[in-house]
């Protein structure tokens, strides 16, 4: 069994910016899913927002088992359709990862249901990620802490709903902590937040974030086939009653009708 | 202290259907407001869909701590930018109580994150609430069950992310269950989801339901401050660290300025 | 890679009533491991009570991925330094699931923190188990509802812990509700509570059971290695700090000693 | 209304270290409830363990309605026996808070079913506490954020279940992370873990660890009454189902008789 992950990249700063490009000269898409094929089980290909649909047509969500996504400068630029689409599969059983600058993207907002804000500064400080939750699949192989020597800062609050897990939690010298690894469940499709990841970093060439991701994506894929309609409310007639039931009193409804929304 | 609630009313079959009109005379939202001043230490009015705003300004959401919210056949209809500044108001620190059928509504939805579906028959067939955590607040003063005679079934699996806690479950006669208590956390604002209250039985002149509602608001209510920005996602900039940190490494952003969305 | 199950079986029933010895003639403990057996990738066994250590050796422990957990009659006859060893396993990584009774026995309380009280009912009526957490991998291959003709009757409140999931709430004939399948995680150890099972009924012989049992082996079994010492707290000396720290203050310990306990 | 507030000393460190009796000459205990009864609305008086039933009578109990607990050298001290007995009222419905060094306490330890460990060094380095969840009830009147110059380090991996909600995580100067505050419900009982307190160090004469725990205080009273017996599981005879069921198989039990424990 291979796990088909598609890698969303925004590809903005990768063409406007020189630094960028030359630590992701493939684009951080690229990296991404160039480390993920070496981690075995997994088939990893990237989309970006500039392509038909940004990439993200029916049929390519259907055979995606697992969207890793990041986004930063164009957020705004992500079709609301889109975003439904997305959530929809997740709703049916797709995994996702949401890296970094992508606590503010569309779908992430959109499946949270919280303003998922936070403090930051860009200064290229260092990051120890601590584990928090012992053995969980997602820390694979991992020692019980890592460093990211430079790193932008994010900071609490961090404005997310309780986690089912907190799995890492992170230091930064200039003072702050954050809590840089949480898992999600909505509807049959399993979702991590994992924060670093600033693009004028190599944070995406770093062993142990390939291995986070690696080790996500493997936790996150549901082999259960995916749920047609994720949204559906059906009637069940009075007629068809698991128990004996007897109609009273007045309705609204017809028998089988579609509910109202 | 008095806690401030607004009942928001859909208020549209008690004008187009008689059944509904004859069990609430005075609209549903008026005989939920009508309970909740008799509860004591609550001080409740209400807004309907057709109101300007849909009742929804944001001088009224300022002066609302807790917003009971029951609507069905036009959850359409309400605008989505009245949404947006429901949601805002409830991260910042509002508590919101959703009603039976606004498990579709439009807030509710943006507030879990998920599809929010479910199973349903209408045939006034019996449900009894069985309370899941003993003395939880929201439980005060109630048996570990009530019956209600005649409801709508809601069945199981319903498409909302795990609560923080499942305070009832409800049995029906025909046999189906339902997690018909759910609370949820959302930036600073407390969730409380009721099931019961179809419109075309006397639900919400039940003494239990009464006493369930007004429990929730007084679990809902936060006493602090309302954020005024809960969206807000301020930079730290570097010359005001809480510990020295030299800035290394290359920028996207000058100090202080906004982030990217 | 093959999961190691040990079922364990308390066989008091199976010994001295009829009724069960007659349902069970191989005994519950060996009924369930002989369908594990055929679930694929699973290699079950079983140990009683009766055995010496309880069959909970400090070897057969470590050579246990899951343990499967049936007590009713004779909770207190297991060995309070057993429960302690068999938690040990669980929060170094071994995957336990509770059968039905076993709510009342020392290493779910233990485990739970918590009364795990309920009521129940022998009547052998209809128990029907819904699906509540949609393609959550332990209702793979299940319907969304199932039902076993002759159950005892376990009704709410259930006094355990907010679960990390409910996967499974019980409908019963004569009107309770159970939330009838609920994860926990304590330690690295993945724990799942499953109701069904009274021992005068043939629960154990029905194939949705049986699946979900198998469906739980698989989802509570940890791949990495048991952790040697779950209960460690180690120093860390001011003189290998991960950043500098000057040692300030008065101290009550000396750099590398053992914590109080 | 007043809360009634016990707080449970261990009382070893103030009578054997003169560090300790120097900067708490009135015993830790004694200044923690001097400090909760200048918050308002709160009773608070202290116990220690060298009392008679360590203080922990069951009177004592029925009329406390939220125990602070602080220990550190003398855990093993504690009857196993009392230890059942206040877990018992929390299941009923006392608070608790657990301090510091309590974390591997026996009660704590009891009501965690986890084994609660970390790692540690007394360093007297600077430990920053960040508020995770915004305008929780723990948080009133608190920033953002605040110091403790001089304090003790905990580290992750905190040995505990996941918690109801994460209130605080604390950054250390050594370079570790803890999630220092952290709310649980066992049976009826809200508990509150909270990080600081070191023996060595002033840290609660610090005011905002004192409105800290002021605040838990509030948090965690449960208003409604005790339950008498929080771990009976009774049964419910078949003649007085609340839906017909007419009994079938056999059975094990006699109508109202004591189930099995």
């Known amino acids: 069994m291979t796990i088909r992950v598609t890698v969303w990249g925004e590809n903005v700063h990768e063409q406007k910016n020189k630094v960028v490009a030359g630590i992701y000269p493939d684009g951080m898409h690229n990296t991404?899913?160039?480390?993920?094929n070496k981690a075995g089980g997994i088939s990893a290909s990237s989309v970006v927002l500039q392509d038909p649909e940004h990439g993200m047509s029916t049929e390519r969500l259907a055979e995606t088992d697992v969207l890793v996504w990041w986004g930063h400068a164009a957020h705004g630029a992500v079709d609301d359709k889109i975003v439904e689409r997305v959530c929809d599969a997740v709703w049916g059983g797709m995994g996702m990862i949401f890296l970094h600058s992508a606590h503010f993207s569309k779908p992430f907002k959109r499946l949270m249901g919280a303003p998922c804000n936070l403090t930051w500064r860009e200064a290229g400080e260092r990051e120890r990620l601590w584990v928090t939750s012992r053995h969980h699949p997602i820390t694979?192989?991992?020692?019980?802490?890592?460093e990211l020597e430079n790193e932008e800062m994010?900071?609490?609050p961090f404005g997310v709903p309780e986690p089912?897990?907190?799995v890492f939690v992170s230091w930064f010298q200039g003072g702050e902590v954050f809590r840089s690894g949480l898992t999600y469940r909505r509807g049959a499709g399993n979702i991590f937040y994992f924060r670093p990841g600033h693009e004028t970093y190599p944070t995406y060439h770093d062993?142990?974030?390939?291995?986070v991701i690696a080790n996500a994506v493997n936790w996150a894929y549901n082999p259960l086939p995916r749920i047609a309609d994720p949204n559906k409310a059906p009637n069940v007639?009075?007629?068809s009653t698991l128990e004996p039931v007897v109609e009273r009193g007045p309705r609204l409804h017809h028998d089988g009708e579609e509910g109202l929304r």
């Open 32 to 36: 991404i899913a160039a480390a993920l």
């Open 140 to 146: 694979r192989g991992l020692p019980d802490h890592f």
């Open 154 to 156: 994010y900071g609490e």
């Open 164 to 166: 089912l897990e907190t």
């Open 207 to 211: 062993a142990n974030v390939q291995k």
């Open 237 to 239: 007639p009075v007629g």
